[in-house]
């Protein structure tokens, strides 16, 4: 008879539930025990002429597990274990974000089956090593100690997902502050056009005529074009924001976070051109 354990925390047994679900389509008996905080799949198969069938099938089937369904839980683990003072949202947040980084081609943004099928295959063949010589594994020691490779992989993207979450949450500290700047200024024109001239941005007053530079702060030195432009922008605080022409994304969204409702793009005039 070949007999296997295959074990997980209680508070992951939705991960059990369905790998005996897909077990039993092999065939084999299936008994659930709870041992502390650990609940264990126990398969069984009558004959030992069959063992390496049975190993390659339970490790099919585990691979599918830890590199499809339980990756949202074993990228959760990592975060909670290694990052502290996220809230739940934020926390989802950075979990989506991780399995963007795993599971898609950030480029393209089309899925990348290739390294999916290279990280599943990896996990099979750690899981066909493991079963040979022992009949007894629990999923999250398994994939910590046994499967460094691709723990490191799913830590790396958590490492980087929380970077750009923290980078997100500094941006919107940022806006909020700007956006104080502004309620607080009076404002000294109903309307600015905002158009890219070179390495630099022309402000228009409402008649098209442009700013004289009593009316705009002088730029200190190492400033980029966009910080003076974001500069000249709170400080005169318009009523009245139209962008004209190409922007770069960060500074479009700044200005457009900054001023909400105030800004408009236009469509297409002669000072687009």
Known sequence: MVTLAIGTSLANRSATEQLAEYLKTGGLEIETANLGQWVFLGCKLKGTEKANLVHAFVADAVAD?????????????????????????????????????????LQTGEEDEIRKRQRKNLVYARLLECLAGRSQIVLEGFVRFRLKEYYRELKLAVDLAVEEQLAEREYRDFISLLRSFVEIQPSSFELLHVVPKGDAYLLLD???????????????????????????LITLAPEKVILHGSFGREISRTIKQVFSEQVSTCSGCELCR
Not at 72 to 86: E, P
């Open 65 to 105: 597990l830890l590199v499809g369904s339980q990756q949202r839980q074993l990228l959760g683990r990592i975060l909670r274990h290694n990052y502290k003072g996220f809230t739940a949202e934020e926390q989802e947040e950075i979990v989506n974000r991780s399995l963007q980084i795993l599971n898609f081609d």
């Open 206 to 232: 409402e008649n098209g005529q442009e700013l004289s530079e009593e009316f705009l702060e002088e730029p200190l030195g190492g400033m980029e074009p966009e910080d003076v432009l974001l500069s000249n």
